[in-house]
């Protein structure tokens, strides 16, 4: 008999192993958009009309919160300087030296259309609709956190599964304490931002200088 917690798991994989794979292969584009799509409007749907995703002013974040995401800021930021003058110095703050309208562009597009739709899906959506599944926390968190890693395979690069791994387990952790969309999409941006602004974008597929 196929029951509801079936049904659920087998959701999981199609929606969030299945697809990431599909997206990676070398197959018609017309194929993966309208795959995307649909997945899009069904999450979409039970996000806002199951799960009742509202915009609301969000309560004010944990000072360790907002100590952690400043240490890692800082960290990214002396490790990215060092990282860049080590392998290219021409990268550095390249696009918001030579092309700053796409720099101001960019980080508006990153934040409202990438990282918070992220957000939306693989911490409101995915907690929601399957963190009754197990009963074990830590596995649930590593599934989530090495779901989100997946999405990016698309990229076709280790590094930036790795990068994305990392990311996405300050994330969880963020969302898990927080129980904020706001704060861990502001989180969320402003790493990526700062990888970005520093010269490191063209890795997580942004836009370069040239």
């Given amino acids: 008999m196929i029951t509801t917690k079936s049904l659920r798991f087998f959701e999981l ?24 799509g649909a997945a899009l409007i069904y999450v979409g749907f039970l996000v806002f009309n199951i799960y009742k995703l509202r915009l609301k002013r969000p309560k004010k974040p944990s000072k360790k919160f907002k100590s952690r995401v400043l240490l890692i800021s800082v960290l990214l930021l002396v490790s990215g300087i060092i990282l860049i003058k080590l392998y290219d110095k021409s990268l550095l703050f390249q696009v918001v030296k030579q ?4 720099w101001v562009t960019i980080l508006f597009i990153y934040t409202f259309l990438s990282v918070f739709p992220q957000e939306v899906i693989y911490r409101k959506f995915f907690y929601e609709r399957y963190q009754q599944l197990f009963t074990n926390k830590k596995i649930f968190f590593l ?3 090495s779901c989100f890693a997946l999405c990016h395979l698309f990229l076709k690069s280790i590094p930036v599964l790795i990068i994305t791994f990392i990311g996405g387990c300050f994330f969880a952790y963020s969302y898990e304490k927080e129980q904020s969309i706001t704060w861990v999409s502001l989180e969320h941006a402003l790493y990526g931002n700062l990888i970005f602004t520093l010269g490191l974008g063209e890795m997580l597929a942004f836009p370069g200088a040239a």
């Avoid at 299945?18 to 017309?30: D, G, N, S, Y």
């Avoid at 092309?99 to 796409?102: C, D, E, S």
């Fill in 13 to 36: 994989i199609l929606l969030f192993f299945v697809l990431p794979v599909l997206l990676a292969l070398p197959i018609i584009k017309w194929i993966k958009l309208i795959t995307v």
């Fill in 99 to 102: 092309k700053p309208g796409l």
């Fill in 143 to 145: 599934l989530n956190v």
